[in-house]
């Protein structure tokens, strides 16, 4: 039995994305294409949050299991 993920997660921008060389690509990709309705900017911002997170887990992959890997690492060093 699986448990079902919940939609309503929020989103949290990472500020190591910024220094990877393909952020500013990525942000004008999706922020450049026709969009129509209203209101227009949280159309935008949904569609860029969707992308942001399909770019971050190709390009980071899992970063949260990933630190939590490294921390139980350092408490088993110390």
Do not use: Y
């Not at 969009?35 to 949280?42: A, H, N, S, T």
């Not at 942001?52 to 887990?57: A, D, G, L």
């Not at 949260?64 to 060093?77: C, D, G, M, N, P």
């Amino acid at each position: 039995m699986s448990i079902p993920k919940p939609k309503n997660v929020m989103f949290h921008f990472c500020n190591m994305w910024t220094r990877h060389d393909s952020f500013l690509q990525v942000v004008a990709e999706n922020w450049n294409q026709p969009l129509e309705g209203d209101p227009l900017f949280q159309i935008s911002s949904k569609r860029l949050k969707s992308r942001f997170k399909e770019w971050n887990t190709s390009v980071f992959g899992h970063n949260k299991r990933h630190i939590q890997e490294l921390s139980t690492r350092v408490e088993a060093l110390q």
